[in-house]
């Protein structure tokens, strides 16, 4: 799973020659005193069988950590928001013509504002209507700016819906599939009165906001253009802002702070692993006063209150945050400054 500018190898594992490209950082998981590449390999289990396999779990799962709790730690001054609006686009009829297909057809989606890069599309999911009367394969594509996604599935005939709950990395999407030999709609609408929108045109996401619009699209000469075609497709989406553009700014700060979320994670998995192998048993004694140093805590050992060096290296980053927002005030429809909190206390 890759978290947009994160790439899957954004902390590499050293000596494991899979998770490692030009694209990771120069932090090594394994350059953390007590991790090592033989840790995760007899940590390893039926599910994750090598310490590649293994990493990866932890590596999505200290990226998920830091982006929610650098999130978290913005609130004080400022409020990050989720969904600016959402609506679903087209109208399927239960009737099928004459016309056979010959090309791929579907929808083009357009972010409409374009300078404002904590805006991104979202599409949650598609409605196809099959003409075939037994259950049929069907692979459609998402083409978002260079990169091209498949989803294959099975349907029965009639409507069927689609989850595809596809974040888009680029300010324009295609969600198309080949027609080539497939009976096609009688007709396709746009919604009714009340919706700003025109068939074989532009439709504007509804309310006041309108972050995007769609367009009937066809595959010709080597590009998707404009079409009256119809496509059979309704496409559900919305404007949202993205969970990961704000730390992706901040992406190289980020880095040291990701390891240390990294490593808090592959330890707790050792702390409750249920391998018997004599590393991972004898490495229990010390994992926890390890998670205090790196996540924080009291120490057995000391009696010593630590803050942890992840929550040192997430501050660091938080403050470069705080300070870099300030200049974006009615830049962004996504990130609103709610002030300085005063509390008043009775004496």
């Given at each position: ?35 090592s590449f033989h840790l995760l390999a007899n940590l390893s289990n039926e599910e994750q069988v090598t310490a590649s396999e293994f990493y990866r779990v ?21 409020n990050y928001k989720n969904v600016l609006d959402s609506d679903r686009h087209g109208r399927l009829t239960s009737t099928f013509s004459e016309t056979v ?181 004898n490495k229990k004694e010390t994992i926890g006063e390890q998670v205090v140093l790196w996540d924080g805590g009291t120490s057995d050992v000391t009696g ?44």
């Open positions: 799973m890759t978290f947009k500018c994160y790439p899957d190898n954004f902390i590499p594992l050293r000596g494991d020659c899979a998770t490692y490209t030009e694209q990771g950082s120069d932090y090594y998981i394994n350059d953390l005193p007590g991790l932890s590596h999505n799962e200290g990226i998920r950590r830091f982006v929610r709790d650098f999130k978290a730690a913005m609130k004080d001054k400022y297909g010959t090309k791929k057809i579907g929808k083009k989606i357009t972010k409409l504002n374009c300078w404002d890069r904590f805006q991104t599309i979202y599409i949650e999911y598609l409605e196809f209507n099959s003409p075939e009367t037994e259950d049929t394969e069907y692979t459609f594509e998402i083409i978002d700016g260079c990169e091209t996604t498949e989803k294959t599935v099975t349907l029965s005939c009639g409507v069927n819906r689609v989850n595809l709950n596809y974040e888009a990395v680029s300010e324009e999407v295609v969600i198309s599939y080949d027609s080539t030999d497939i009976l096609l709609p009688d007709t396709l609408q746009c919604r009714d009165t009340g919706f700003s929108c025109l068939c074989n045109g532009v439709c504007s996401s509804s309310g006041g906001y309108r972050g995007y619009t769609v367009r009937d699209v066809e595959y010709t000469d080597g590009a998707y253009v404009n079409s009256t075609q119809q496509n059979g497709l309704i496409i559900a989406a919305s404007t949202r802002c993205s969970n990961y553009e704000l730390g992706c700014i901040f992406k190289d700060e980020s880095a040291a702070a990701i390891r240390y979320a990294i490593g808090i994670d592959i330890l707790r998995r050792a702390q409750f692993s249920d391998r018997i192998n004599p590393l991972v048993r010593f209150t630590y803050k942890g060096e992840y929550h040192k290296e997430l501050e660091s980053i938080v403050t470069q945050a705080k300070s870099f927002l300030q200049g974006l005030t009615g830049q962004t429809r996504c990130i609103d400054c709610t002030g300085l909190r005063i509390v008043q206390m009775t004496p």
